[in-house]
């Protein structure tokens, strides 16, 4: 297969894509918490793999892996050309306010925001750390491929991937918290903590 695609082959091309475009869509969808940015991600994925054909020699044992990595770069790639964006839009005058929209995504279902949190936990992480446990734990791949996909040691996967599940359990419980009101001194509120007082001072009347 890999000698066929390498020659062009667009048939033999179809098949790489049917066989992993779904792995290399809900990786995407994991590590950018975005489904529509995730399609984005695929297209470009499987455009740079076709462009990429001639290295897709014996070497690669892989192709799962070996696309999960173009994918990593494409997101590499996509997250530096939105920092760009958001600093080229903060030069511009702030827009006109627009109508609230609460009500209409108060039915969102709760796994979006779980993906959401999960996402935004995701990159909190370094980008390393980042990127071992998305193609370990969401995508996966064994530690050799996912070693052959960053291309980086065996050892560098296991103790990046290591780090990231000590980190994440308490970056996805911080961000699924939700918020509590607070005093002025930022103390949580609580009535409960007036309750036994405004029982004192009935008791005396």
């Given amino acids: 297969m890999n000698e066929r695609v390498r020659s062009g082959d667009r048939a033999a091309f179809a098949e790489v894509f049917d066989q992993h475009a779904r792995v290399v869509y809900a990786h995407a969808v994991r590590t950018t918490g ?3 940015l995730a399609e984005d991600v695929m297209s470009l994925t499987f455009l740079d793999a076709w462009r990429l054909r001639h290295k897709l020699t014996g070497e690669v044992r892989n192709v ?8 990593t ?11 760009r ?9 702030p827009p006109e306010p627009l109508p609230d929209f609460a009500d209409e995504v108060v039915g969102r279902i ?5 993906l959401r949190a999960a996402a935004r936990a995701l990159r909190r992480l370094k980008r390393g750390e980042r990127e071992v446990f998305a193609l370990v734990v969401w995508s996966g791949l064994g530690y050799a491929a996912a070693a ?12 990046r991937l290591s780090r ?21 001194e930022g103390q949580p509120t609580d ?3 007036d309750a036994p007082r405004a029982t004192h001072r009935r008791s005396r009347g």
């Fill in 34 to 36: 975005d489904w529509a």
């Fill in 64 to 71: 799962r892996a070996w696309l999960l990595g173009i994918a």
């Fill in 73 to 83: 770069n494409v997101m590499r790639n996509t997250a530096r050309a939105a920092r």
């Fill in 85 to 93: 964006h958001r600093a080229a839009m903060s030069r511009l005058p």
């Fill in 110 to 114: 709760a796994d979006e925001r779980e």
């Fill in 148 to 159: 052959e996909a960053l291309g980086v040691p065996v050892g560098t996967v296991r103790s």
């Fill in 164 to 184: 990231a599940r000590e980190k994440l359990r308490r970056l996805v419980a911080e961000e699924l918290a939700p918020d509590q009101p607070t005093t002025a």
């Fill in 191 to 193: 009535s409960r903590a």
